[in-house]
């Protein structure tokens, strides 16, 4: 029974037959007695001060029940939407915050922002309402472009030359002192393009009041239904934690974008309590463009130091990071603590440093987006690698080798903070070599030009680290949050199995995972585990889903949990069996008294826990559910080594990737298949990074690509026929021993795609992503 | 979307009536363009009136010429026909879903500067029958969203002139899957013709590469040609200048299908 639906079996998903069959539950399928609509007026302008805003004619409006501003809700004291990880400067002191208010007060920051909002009783009134508002805007000065946006004109009173925070880490002066004494040194002018997340399901909230108790209830889009609650009480003053229930339902992708607490959420539970009604709101699709948080819009010069041999010495990297015009949730951890300690990936390089200077734009937030930092940190150091390869004439995978962390070494601490547990990257490497034929490359190469077309080789060995952890190494470093997970595995009367856990699903197929585990542990069918997630009225306080946390962090408090149910029934079974604990095992369900014949079912046991008749009351209490909380020592490793080639048309620039390989160590794996779905969908974000997608705001601050017609999504037809593989090196601090799969497709695969190309046209560098035209120009020189 | 009166005439009088009447009436076809640019609140007609009810649909071979009617799906057109290079055709634009809904007339009628079929319409000489009259291809595009459609009038149907030869090469817009530039090349009895879309405001003729493959109908032919692209299109997607470049690609790339 279990080894069909155990741990390491290719289980189809639970969750997929509602999905696909249209039967998802999603918020905005959610719909509550004489519930109403809100709808948010937006900033057209990038900047510009408010001078009044005038919702009389809105208000007249058959059908249009309030409208707010931001004044109403500050006269509420609803506060600003917080970000939870203070950085510090180099100097000490603490990061810029500026003021963010839910819905602007006092002026306007990027295109999109919400100033007012109209609730109605139908969305269509609630449109014409929000149409209706009028504003007096007086516009300032644009600051768009990022690399001159530090001296440009001052966004913020608070943040003097734009700047948010100039971070640093590693060591400087030994970092100098290897450049000085290197034989060559490579750099790079890398442009790490912006991007917006696009998740299938757009953000929506409904927000609910009951009167009679003064509880809210909140559904919404978010991946942290927990975290979301915790904000909205603690810092933005709603209501008290207890008296606020968050609910997320089916949530359909989020990629980083729904970890954040957004103002639209916020308003629209402010105003349920206010109007004592439902209130529901869903973003357009070009809502999403305009509001969701953005993703990456690093400008970085990187240099990397090398003994002649090929050996690295040293790397120094200078980073200017676009933080958009306010701090979105995690903004201000993404290119410093989740980028700068990356640095090193899977080398030895013993001397690095990094600064990192965020600065503030007219642009729309920008926070964490699938890899958050350490696709960053990837396209850094694996386009230098590469580069240096090409520069020392070596082999690119011999230099790889050459530099490699060794399986030896480990734990081994990095210059820049981390210590990697476990690893073997040659083993993923020489694995992917093969899967690729990279014997067969110069051959394959040599045909393409025969075809007139050019060909290209690149390699990415990318590092990341999954799971943020510990908690006190992360709130020591300014974290604003715990990291742990919980996890309550509820036995029933008959033997069926609820387990709550504070992470959440928004694609990722917990349903399916978490319940092969307890169904493997504890030896019951697969079907009688039901997972429960995402609603703060069912499960104890956990920190949801980002950073391919969920199975390394949420499932080891499910095995931990877990563990102690085992704990107990086995006391149970050995009264039952009149033997003691010692002599009892338990093995595919059943419990067994060692050295007899005598043995009784899990089932058997939990229906005794909750009908006590055959233990001691005074020693056991009866029942059998429990609870754990855990708390990671470490950061788990994920690694793994992307080859990709691609075929250039030389006359229209069009880039073909042919042949793309992904070998990845994600340690002990629990569902293949749902892992090479994560592969498939990281790896089309990544390459859709490298050859497609650019939000761009043009020099007026107005967004450009505001919709499918330029903004480029990635689709089937874009993406070759991934070869997917994995090695194992078990993590070795978890009860799992996982690593995380949910972004390495992501981290990975844009500088194996970028150091293909480049290697296909011989140039140094093409900026992201490559576009046809943008490719046309490379091979033209320009 | 804002309100409107929705009207569904059965016969081609009854809609021109109520086109007539309407403070601010519009046409709705296949509604691929028209529907979302009303839910974006992007128009505000007073009465739409939704073509679909007519009898406009199909597609008729006579002895030297094809002719389609208006309310003909792409996908429709895609299924195979007589002029192979216009099933291709018909077959590139946008995806399955748009292939099933939307329609030549809606697409000619709508003249948007990225669209395929007005290539294929000027390059194959192809005749625009409205219930205004017919218009001859090279007078009907006269620039962005603008053609010489009489206010008020239908596209009733096209009417294509069999080809000798004639192939179409597109190169998509990454993001829209519209044509950043699409180019037929045809051998007509008319002469050789060339059409040009996404490239310009609307489609137009590339004169010049319409008289070196008269002389010598090859891909060589068209070497070294100059491409006049001061006046076409740029943004992010592709410059002028690289629209112009493509427009000598796709058209070598034509050539190259039927020689
Ligand atoms: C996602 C997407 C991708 C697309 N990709 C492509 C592509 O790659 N290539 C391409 O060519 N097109 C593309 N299109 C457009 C598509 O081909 C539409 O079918 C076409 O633009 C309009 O045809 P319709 O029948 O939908 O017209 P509608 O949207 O109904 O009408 C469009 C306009 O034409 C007018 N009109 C419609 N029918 C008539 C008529 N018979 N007489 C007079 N006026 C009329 C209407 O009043 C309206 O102004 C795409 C559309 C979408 C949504």
């Given at each position: 029974?279990?080894?069909?639906?155990?741990?390491?079996?290719?289980?189809?998903?639970?969750?997929?037959?509602?999905?696909?069959?249209?039967?998802?539950?999603?918020?905005?399928?959610?719909n509550?007695?004489?519930?109403?609509?809100?709808?948010?007026?937006?900033?057209?302008?990038?900047?510009?001060e408010?001078?009044?805003?005038?919702?009389?004619?809105?208000?007249?409006?058959?059908?249009?029940?309030a409208?707010?501003?931001?004044?109403?809700?500050?006269?509420?004291?609803?506060?600003?939407?917080?970000?939870?990880?203070?950085?510090?400067?180099?100097?000490?002191?603490?990061?810029?915050q500026?003021?963010?208010?839910?819905?602007?007060?006092?002026?306007?920051?990027y295109?999109?922002?919400?100033?007012?909002?109209?609730v109605?009783?139908?969305?269509?009134?609630?449109?014409?309402?929000?149409?209706?508002?009028?504003?007096?805007?007086?516009?300032?000065?644009?600051?768009?472009?990022?690399?001159?946006?530090h001296?440009?004109?001052?966004?913020?009173e608070?943040?003097?030359?734009n700047?948010c925070y100039?971070?640093?880490?590693?060591?400087?002066?030994a970092?100098?002192?290897?450049?000085?004494?290197?034989?060559?040194?490579?750099?790079?002018?890398?442009?790490?393009?912006?991007?917006?997340?696009?998740?299938?399901?757009?953000?929506?909230?409904?927000?609910?009041?009951?009167?009679?108790?003064?509880n809210y209830?909140?559904?919404?889009?978010?991946?942290?239904?927990?975290?979301e609650?915790?904000?909205?009480?603690?810092?933005?003053?709603?209501?008290a934690?207890?008296?606020?229930?968050?609910?997320?339902?089916?949530?359909?992708?989020?990629?980083?974008?729904?970890?954040f607490?957004?103002?639209?959420?916020?308003?629209?539970?402010?105003?349920?309590?206010?109007?004592a009604?439902?209130?529901?709101?869903?973003?357009?699709?070009?809502?999403?463009f305009?509001?969701?948080?953005h993703?990456?819009?690093h400008?970085t010069?990187?240099?990397?130091?090398?003994?002649?041999?090929?050996?690295?010495?040293?790397?120094?990297v200078?980073?200017?990071?676009?933080?958009?015009?306010?701090?979105s949730?995690?903004?201000?951890?993404?290119?410093?603590?989740?980028?700068?300690?990356?640095?090193?990936?899977?080398?030895?390089?013993?001397?690095?440093?990094?600064?990192?200077?965020?600065?503030?734009?007219?642009?729309?937030?920008?926070?964490?987006?699938?890899g958050?930092?350490?696709?960053?940190?990837?396209?850094?150091?694996?386009?230098?690698?590469?580069?240096?390869?090409?520069?020392?004439?070596?082999?690119?995978?011999?230099i790889?080798?050459?530099?490699?962390?060794?399986?030896?070494?480990?734990?081994?601490e990095?210059?820049v903070?981390?210590?990697?547990?476990?690893?073997d990257?040659?083993?993923?490497l020489?694995?992917a070599?093969?899967?690729i034929?990279y014997?067969?490359?110069?051959?394959?190469?040599a045909?393409?030009?025969?075809?007139?077309?050019?060909?290209?080789?690149g390699?990415?060995?990318?590092?990341?680290?999954?799971?943020?952890?510990?908690?006190?190494?992360?709130?020591?470093?300014?974290?604003?949050?715990?990291l742990?997970?919980?996890?309550e595995?509820?036995?029933?009367?008959?033997?069926?199995?609820?387990?709550?856990?504070?992470?959440?699903?928004?694609?990722?197929?917990?349903?399916?995972?978490?319940?092969q585990?307890?169904?493997?542990?504890?030896?019951?069918?697969?079907?009688?585990?039901?997972?429960v997630?995402?609603?703060?009225?069912?499960?104890d306080?956990?920190?949801?889903?980002?950073?391919?946390?969920?199975?390394?962090?949420?499932?080891s408090?499910?095995?931990?949990?877990?563990?102690?149910v085992?704990?107990?029934s086995?006391?149970?079974?050995?009264?039952m069996?009149?033997?003691?604990?010692?002599?009892?095992?338990?093995?595919?369900?059943?419990?067994?008294?060692?050295?007899?014949?005598?043995?009784?079912?899990?089932?058997?046991?939990?229906?005794?826990?909750?009908?006590?008749?055959?233990?001691?009351?005074?020693?056991l209490?009866?029942?059998l559910?429990?609870?754990?909380?855990?708390?990671?020592?470490?950061?788990?490793?994920?690694?793994?080594?992307?080859?990709?080639e691609?075929?250039?048309?030389?006359?229209?620039?069009?880039?073909?990737?042919?042949?793309?390989?992904?070998?990845?160590?994600?340690?002990?794996?629990?569902?293949?298949?749902?892992?090479?779905?994560?592969?498939?969908?990281?790896?089309?974000?990544?390459?859709?990074?490298?050859?497609?997608?650019?939000?761009i705001?043009?020099?007026?601050?107005?967004?450009?690509?505001?919709?499918?017609?330029?903004?480029?999504?990635?689709?089937?037809?874009?993406?070759?026929n991934?070869?997917?593989?994995?090695?194992?090196?078990?993590?070795t601090?978890?009860?799992?021993?996982?690593?995380?799969?949910?972004?390495?497709?992501?981290?990975?695969s844009?500088?194996?795609v970028?150091?293909?190309?480049?290697?296909?046209?011989g140039?140094?560098?093409?900026?992201?992503?490559?576009?046809?035209?943008?490719v046309?120009?490379?091979?033209e020189g320009? | 979307?804002?309100?409107?009166?929705?009207?569904?005439?059965?016969?081609?009088?009854?809609?021109?009536?109520?086109?007539?009447?309407a403070?601010?009436?519009?046409?709705?076809?296949?509604?691929?363009?028209?529907?979302?640019?009303?839910?974006?609140?992007?128009?505000?007609?007073?009465?739409?009136?939704?073509?679909?009810?007519?009898?406009?649909?199909?597609?008729?071979?006579?002895?030297?010429?094809?002719?389609?009617?208006a309310?003909?799906?792409?996908?429709?057109?895609?299924?195979?026909?007589?002029?192979?290079?216009?099933s291709?055709?018909?077959?590139?634009i946008?995806?399955?879903?748009?292939?099933?809904?939307?329609?030549?007339?809606?697409?000619?009628a709508?003249?948007?500067p990225?669209?395929?079929y007005?290539?294929?319409?000027v390059?194959?000489g192809?005749?625009?029958?409205?219930?205004?009259?017919a218009?001859?291809?090279?007078?009907?595009?006269?620039?962005?969203?603008?053609?010489?459609?009489?206010?008020?009038?239908?596209?009733?149907?096209v009417?294509?002139?069999?080809?000798?030869?004639?192939?179409y090469?597109?190169?998509?817009?990454?993001?829209?899957?519209?044509?950043?530039?699409?180019?037929?090349?045809a051998?007509?009895?008319?002469?050789?013709?060339?059409g040009?879309t996404?490239?310009?405001?609307?489609?137009?003729?590339?004169?010049?590469?319409e008289q070196?493959?008269?002389?010598?109908?090859?891909?060589a032919?068209?070497?070294?040609?100059?491409?006049?692209?001061?006046?076409?299109?740029?943004?992010?997607?592709?410059?002028?200048?690289?629209?112009?470049h493509?427009?000598?690609?796709?058209?070598?790339?034509?050539?190259?299908?039927?020689?």
């Amino acid at each position: 029974m279990t080894s069909e639906t155990g741990i390491g079996a290719a289980v189809k998903r639970k969750e997929d037959a509602r999905f696909i069959t249209g039967a998802g539950h999603y918020t905005d399928d959610i719909n509550q007695p004489g519930q109403l609509y809100a709808v948010f007026v937006r900033s057209m302008y990038p900047r510009a001060e408010i001078r009044s805003i005038d919702v009389s004619s809105a208000l007249a409006m058959e059908g249009v029940v309030a409208a707010y501003t931001g004044a109403d809700l500050a006269a509420d004291e609803i506060g600003d939407l917080p970000c939870g990880w203070m950085v510090k400067s180099k100097d000490g002191s603490d990061m810029i915050q500026p003021p963010h208010p839910p819905v602007a007060v006092s002026v306007v920051n990027y295109v999109g922002e919400p100033y007012a909002m109209v609730v109605a009783e139908t969305l269509q009134a609630a449109r014409d309402g929000a149409e209706a508002v009028t504003a007096d805007f007086n516009e300032l000065p644009v600051v768009v472009d990022l690399a001159s946006a530090h001296g440009a004109d001052q966004i913020h009173e608070a943040a003097p030359g734009n700047q948010c925070y100039d971070w640093e880490l590693g060591d400087r002066e030994a970092t100098d002192a290897a450049f000085a004494s290197a034989d060559h040194v490579t750099s790079l002018d890398i442009v790490n393009n912006r991007l917006i997340p696009n998740a299938m399901e757009p953000r929506a909230a409904v927000g609910m009041y009951e009167a009679a108790t003064g509880n809210y209830t909140l559904y919404t889009t978010s991946q942290n239904p927990h975290l979301e609650r915790l904000i909205l009480a603690a810092f933005v003053n709603v209501a008290a934690e207890s008296k606020l229930r968050v609910v997320s339902p089916d949530v359909g992708g989020g990629f980083g974008s729904k970890i954040f607490v957004y103002a639209e959420e916020t308003a629209v539970i402010w105003a349920a309590g206010k109007l004592a009604r439902a209130i529901k709101w869903r973003a357009d699709r070009s809502e999403s463009f305009l509001a969701d948080a953005h993703g990456r819009d690093h400008l970085t010069k990187a240099e990397l130091a090398l003994k002649a041999d090929g050996t690295f010495v040293g790397l120094r990297v200078k980073t200017v990071a676009n933080m958009g015009a306010y701090l979105s949730l995690f903004a201000s951890s993404v290119p410093t603590y989740l980028y700068g300690t990356l640095l090193a990936g899977q080398y030895r390089t013993p001397a690095i440093y990094v600064e990192v200077q965020s600065v503030f734009t007219n642009t729309a937030p920008v926070d964490a987006y699938r890899g958050a930092g350490r696709p960053e940190a990837t396209y850094v150091v694996e386009r230098l690698v590469e580069t240096a390869a090409r520069e020392l004439g070596k082999d690119p995978a011999d230099i790889r080798r050459l530099n490699f962390i060794q399986p030896e070494d480990f734990p081994y601490e990095t210059p820049v903070a981390l210590t990697y547990d476990t690893g073997d990257y040659d083993a993923s490497l020489k694995k992917a070599i093969e899967l690729i034929g990279y014997d067969g490359f110069a051959e394959r190469k040599a045909s393409s030009e025969a075809n007139g077309k050019k060909r290209g080789i690149g390699f990415s060995c990318y590092i990341e680290a999954c799971g943020l952890a510990p908690s006190q190494v992360a709130l020591s470093l300014g974290a604003g949050v715990g990291l742990f997970e919980s996890a309550e595995v509820r036995v029933d009367v008959t033997g069926s199995v609820s387990v709550m856990t504070g992470c959440h699903s928004h694609g990722q197929g917990h349903e399916t995972t978490f319940a092969q585990i307890v169904s493997d542990k504890l030896g019951i069918p697969f079907e009688n585990v039901d997972v429960v997630h995402g609603d703060t009225g069912r499960s104890d306080y956990g920190l949801g889903t980002y950073g391919s946390r969920s199975l390394v962090v949420g499932g080891s408090a499910i095995v931990k949990a877990t563990d102690k149910v085992i704990a107990k029934s086995r006391k149970i079974a050995a009264h039952m069996l009149e033997s003691t604990e010692e002599n009892v095992d338990f093995e595919e369900g059943t419990f067994s008294v060692t050295d007899s014949n005598q043995s009784i079912t899990f089932p058997e046991v939990a229906f005794s826990a909750y009908v006590p008749g055959n233990y001691p009351l005074d020693e056991l209490e009866p029942g059998l559910s429990e609870k754990a909380f855990y708390d990671p020592e470490n950061f788990t490793y994920p690694a793994g080594a992307h080859i990709c080639e691609v075929e250039v048309d030389p006359e229209t620039g069009k880039v073909e990737i042919v042949n793309f390989v992904a070998v990845d160590d994600f340690g002990e794996i629990i569902n293949p298949m749902i892992v090479a779905g994560q592969v498939h969908g990281g790896l089309a974000q990544g390459i859709g990074q490298a050859l497609l997608e650019h939000a761009i705001y043009d020099e007026s601050g107005q967004l450009v690509t505001g919709s499918y017609m330029d903004y480029t999504m990635p689709r089937a037809d874009d993406m070759p026929n991934f070869v997917v593989d994995t090695t194992v090196t078990p993590c070795t601090h978890n009860p799992l021993g996982a690593k995380g799969c949910g972004e390495a497709g992501a981290i990975g695969s844009t500088a194996a795609v970028m150091n293909a190309l480049t290697d296909a046209l011989g140039v140094v560098d093409v900026p992201m992503p490559a576009t046809p035209e943008t490719v046309w120009r490379a091979m033209e020189g320009e | 979307m804002y309100r409107f009166n929705y009207h569904k005439p059965d016969d081609m009088d009854a809609a021109q009536q109520m086109m007539a009447d309407a403070e601010d009436g519009v046409y709705l076809s296949g509604g691929m363009t028209l529907i979302p640019t009303l839910k974006a609140r992007l128009a505000s007609p007073t009465d739409v009136i939704d073509l679909s009810g007519l009898a406009l649909s199909g597609i008729e071979l006579a002895d030297d010429s094809l002719t389609i009617g208006a309310l003909t799906l792409h996908s429709e057109v895609a299924a195979g026909n007589e002029i192979s290079s216009l099933s291709n055709l018909a077959l590139a634009i946008g995806d399955a879903q748009v292939r099933n809904r939307g329609t030549i007339g809606g697409s000619i009628a709508n003249s948007d500067p990225g669209a395929d079929y007005p290539a294929a319409v000027v390059a194959l000489g192809a005749t625009i029958n409205t219930t205004a009259g017919a218009i001859d291809a090279d007078d009907f595009f006269q620039g962005l969203f603008e053609t010489a459609l009489k206010p008020g009038a239908i596209v009733t149907s096209v009417t294509f002139p069999l080809p000798v030869r004639a192939a179409y090469e597109k190169f998509p817009n990454p993001a829209s899957r519209y044509a950043v530039v699409g180019v037929m090349v045809a051998e007509t009895n008319g002469g050789v013709r060339v059409g040009v879309t996404g490239a310009g405001p609307c489609a137009y003729r590339q004169r010049n590469f319409e008289q070196a493959l008269a002389d010598n109908f090859s891909v060589a032919a068209l070497d070294g040609l100059e491409v006049d692209y001061a006046e076409f299109n740029s943004d992010i997607h592709a410059s002028a200048e690289y629209r112009g470049h493509l427009v000598g690609v796709m058209a070598r790339r034509a050539v190259a299908q039927i020689t």
